[in-house]
Every structure is written in structure tokens, then in C-alpha cells.
């Protein structure tokens, strides 16, 4: 899991995809308030990520105490 999130931390970086919407809005905005908003959107991209990450997580962590307990 810490591999997952260090490799999605590292690729920031290098993600500039946007939508149609998003590249008109960047382009007219400049270059620095252009790299804000693709650092918000990847931002608002990893949360569902993250949550899911650690809903998996703990689920993962309670099955493998509950395989343990029956064996």
C-alpha cells in the first residue's frame, strides 16, 4: 500500500491530462495557475482512492484476524 501511494506521489509530476474544459480554462489562465489546477485535480483524484485504499485495507486486516481466530 505505501508503495501505491509513494508511486501516485511520484507521477504527479508527470500527469498534464485534462478535459476539453480544463485545457481551455489552463491555457487562458497561464502557465503557474495552470500547474495549480492539474495539482487540484489530481488532488481531487486520489481521495476516492485513498478512502477506498483504506476501507480495503482494514477489511483485509479483519478477514485475516477473523481466518486466524477460526483456525
Known amino acids: 500500500?505505501?508503495?501505491?501511494?509513494?508511486?501516485?506521489?511520484?507521477?504527479?509530476?508527470?500527469?498534464t491530462a485534462q478535459c476539453s474544459i480544463c485545457t481551455k480554462t489552463a491555457s487562458q489562465l497561464g502557465e503557474k495557475p495552470a500547474r495549480s489546477l492539474n495539482s487540484g485535480i489530481i488532488y481531487l483524484m486520489l481521495t476516492p482512492f485513498a478512502?477506498?485504499?483504506?476501507?480495503?485495507?482494514?477489511?483485509?486486516?479483519?478477514?485475516?484476524?477473523?481466518?486466524?481466530?477460526?483456525?
Open 1 to 15: 500500500m505505501l508503495l501505491v501511494i509513494l508511486l501516485s506521489t511520484a507521477a504527479v509530476t508527470a500527469v
Open 51 to 71: 478512502i477506498v485504499g483504506f476501507i480495503g485495507y482494514n477489511w483485509w486486516k479483519n478477514e485475516k484476524q477473523n481466518n486466524t481466530l477460526s483456525e
